[in-house]
């Protein structure tokens, strides 16, 4: 869930936006011994996450550049290590709006 918003044209625009939500881990760990016990370890943990993300394309016509990187400011700790990313990448429209 975010709030944000995304200024330009069709040639060039950029957005920003403020995202909330969290992160939910599963994990399950079954160990088979040989005397046919069976012991199984089930972890569960969500994780509050908050980032921004910053969003840029550009473009002339069908062909374009994006590129997205998003900041993860929980935890606030340890900001060095958060999961920060990056994505670029090449578009080309396949139908134009008229």
């Known amino acids: 869930m975010g709030i ?13 936006y403020l995202l909330g939500g969290g992160r939910v881990y599963h ?3 079954v160990l088979h011994n040989t005397d046919f ?7 569960k943990k969500f ?19 994006t590129t997205q990187m998003y900041f993860a400011l929980t935890p606030v700790k340890n900001f060095i290590e958060a999961r920060h990313t990056l ?9 134009d709006k008229k």
């Open 4 to 16: 944000g918003r995304t200024i330009g044209n069709n040639g060039f625009n950029n957005g920003l």
């Open 47 to 65: 994780t509050p996450e908050l980032g921004i993300l910053y969003n840029l394309k550009v473009g002339k016509k069908k062909f374009y550049f």
């Open 87 to 95: 994505m670029m990448g090449v578009g080309y429209k396949l139908h």
């Open 27 to 29: 994990s399950k760990l």
């Open 37 to 43: 016990n069976q012991n199984t370890l089930v972890t």
